[in-house]
Nanobody, 124 residues
Framework: QVQLVEAGGGLVQAGDSLRLSCAAS????????MGWFRQAPGKEREFVAA????????YYADSVKGRFTISRDNAKNTVYLQMNSLKPEDTAVYYC?????????????????WGQGTQVTVSS
């Protein structure tokens, strides 16, 4: 079982930056691929970014490529999402997710564990 706790959300203005973090329980964190997803009101949960268990491979949604960076610190059991040049359309609840395998995926159905989410609001 893996427990995930997100932090770092908040209210910012367009163009600002935020860094989200997700702390994971468990002794085998490096074997878990991690992903960030987001869900805006009235919309489905969508993929944002993912990283392999080793951290050597990353994958981004086109909408955030070049603005967001996913990273992980396996010694701290933590994954991060650095969000720069934020836009109002980035407003959503952001969720951290973990897979039992080290291979990342953009499909939310491939993830086995989910955090409770953290709200990010970007004002124009």
């Amino acid at each position: 079982q893996v427990q995930l706790v997100e932090a770092g959300g908040g209210l910012v203005q367009a163009g600002d930056s935020l860094r989200l973090s997700c702390a994971a329980s468990g002794r085998t964190f490096s074997s878990n691929a991690m992903g960030w997803f987001r869900q805006a009101p009235g919309k489905e949960r969508e993929f944002v970014a993912a990283i392999s268990g080793s951290g050597g491979s990353t994958y981004y949604a086109d909408s955030v490529k070049g603005r967001f960076t996913i990273s992980r610190d396996n010694a701290k059991n933590t994954v991060y999402l650095q969000m720069n040049s934020l836009k109002p359309e980035d407003t959503a609840v952001y969720y951290c997710a973990a897979r039992r395998t080290g291979w990342y995926s953009y499909d939310r159905r491939a993830y086995d564990y989910w955090g409770q989410g953290t709200q990010v609001t970007v004002s124009s």
